[in-house]
Nanobody
Framework: QVQLVQSGGGLVQAGGSLSLSCAAS????????MGWFRQAPGKEREFVAA????????YYADSMKGRFTISRDNAKNTVFLQMNSLMPGDTAVYYC??????????????????WGQGTQVTVSS
């Protein structure tokens, strides 16, 4: 069993920055591929970013490239999402997720086995 506990988020004005954290417990963190997803009101959950087990491979959704940065600290069992130049369209509940299977980093929700509780990010105009 893997537990993912998120922190961070909140309310920020457009153009501002926020940071999210996701702390994992239960198994060896470096065995997980980690991802971030988000879900805006009335919309489906969508991929934001993902990072390989030791951070060598990073994937971003096109709209987040250059603004968001995913990183991880395996010694602290934590994955981070730094969000800069935030826009009102980034308003959503953000979720971290862990993929315990071996293989390549994937963007599909179906690839991820465990999920955090979700964190609200609200960007005002």
């Amino acid at each position: 069993q893997v537990q993912l506990v998120q922190s961070g988020g909140g309310l920020v004005q457009a153009g501002g920055s926020l940071s999210l954290s996701c702390a994992a417990s239960g198994r060896t963190f470096s065995n997980y591929i980690m991802g971030w997803f988000r879900q805006a009101p009335g919309k489906e959950r969508e991929f934001v970013a993902a990072i390989s087990r030791y951070g060598g491979t990073l994937y971003y959704a096109d709209s987040m490239k250059g603004r968001f940065t995913i990183s991880r600290d395996n010694a602290k069992n934590t994955v981070f999402l730094q969000m800069n130049s935030l826009m009102p369209g980034d308003t959503a509940v953000y979720y971290c997720a862990a993929d315990l299977t071996t293989g390549a980093v994937r963007r599909s929700m179906d690839a991820y086995d465990y999920w955090g509780q979700g964190t609200q990010v609200t960007v005002s105009s």
